[in-house]
């Protein structure tokens, strides 16, 4: 196996991390604001399969890894604001996770990344259905009478 550069495993390593965080998001809310079984073992396992990658690939990840030194830390997006309402919070989550799975899918496409890329194009588009039906489900509740 090559030796992946530092730059190439930092960019990895944050995006896993942007996946499984806004994944957690969207399984909580669908978990104890939804109380949808299905939906959040979907979301659940999901998480579980786009951040698990071998030992020695996590252990590259953690010494490239430069969260001090990231320039990054402090940037903010123009507009970018609090979220009104749930269904815009899920709307961003799911935003920032397909984004992140597209990074990978396309870094994954060099034969020094041992990841697959096509795992993440999978997830991607089953993320885009499982986000439509969050955002439905929350439509619903959010209009139903109180």
């Known amino acids: 196996m ?3 550069p530092n730059q190439t495993l930092r960019i990895i ?4 991390n942007r996946i499984g965080e806004g994944l957690r998001v969207l399984e909580d809310i669908a978990r104890l604001l939804l109380d949808d079984a299905a939906l959040s073992q979907q979301l659940k396992d999901m998480r579980h399969q786009m951040v698990k990658v071998d030992i020695s690939l996590e252990r590259q990840f953690l010494q490239a890894r430069d969260s001090e030194g990231d320039v990054g830390v402090d940037l903010e997006a ?3 604001e609090k979220y009104k309402d749930l269904p ?3 709307v ?3 935003r920032r996770v397909q984004e992140a799975l597209r990074v990978i899918e396309e ?3 060099n034969p020094e990344i041992p990841l697959e890329s096509e795992k993440f194009k999978r997830a991607r588009f ?3 259905t ?5 955002f439905a489900k929350l439509m619903r509740r959010d209009e139903a009478p109180k």
């Open 107 to 109: 870094l994954a496409k």
């Open 130 to 134: 499982i986000e439509k039906e969050l």
């Open 13 to 16: 390593d944050a995006n896993l």
């Open 88 to 90: 815009a919070t899920v």
């Open 78 to 80: 123009s507009g970018e």
């Open 92 to 94: 961003a989550n799911a």
């Open 126 to 128: 089953s993320l885009y």
């Open 2 to 4: 090559e030796t992946i």
